[in-house]
């Protein structure tokens, strides 16, 4: 069993940064693939960003150029830099990692954006 624990949120006006940081209860090397998931409310929960193994990243259209998603092994931590927000950025932020025959969930973290 893994938990991961979601932090960095808070209030933010349009065109600010937050980092967000998702540290795991124990080595992240075997998971396979790590990424970030928001939810807005009203709104289903969307993939925000991905990053697997070697180093791979992926990222949803709408964060594009402004999100970078990173992991320290040695920190059992991944972070998602998140520039330029936008009021549509607004929701809570899930951490989810990906092992061999099961996947975890954080408990996420509120992003407000202000306009």
């Known amino acids: 069993q893994v938990q991961l624990v979601e932090s960095g949120g808070g209030l933010v006006q349009a065109g600010g940064s937050l980092r967000l940081s998702c540290s795991a209860s124990?080595?992240?090397?075997?998971?396979?693939?790590m990424g970030w998931y928001r939810q807005a409310p009203g709104e289903q929960r969307e993939w925000v960003a991905r990053i697997m193994s070697p180093g791979n990243t992926n990222y949803a259209d709408s964060v594009k150029g402004r999100f970078t998603i990173s992991r320290d092994n040695a920190k059992n931590t991944v972070y998602l830099q998140m520039n330029n927000l936008k009021p549509e950025d607004t929701g809570v932020y899930y951490c989810?990692?990906?092992?061999?025959?099961?996947?975890?969930w954080g408990q996420g973290t509120q992003v407000t954006v202000s306009s």
């Open positions: 124990r080595s992240i090397t075997s998971m396979s693939v």
């Open positions: 989810h990692a990906i092992a061999p025959m099961t996947q975890y």
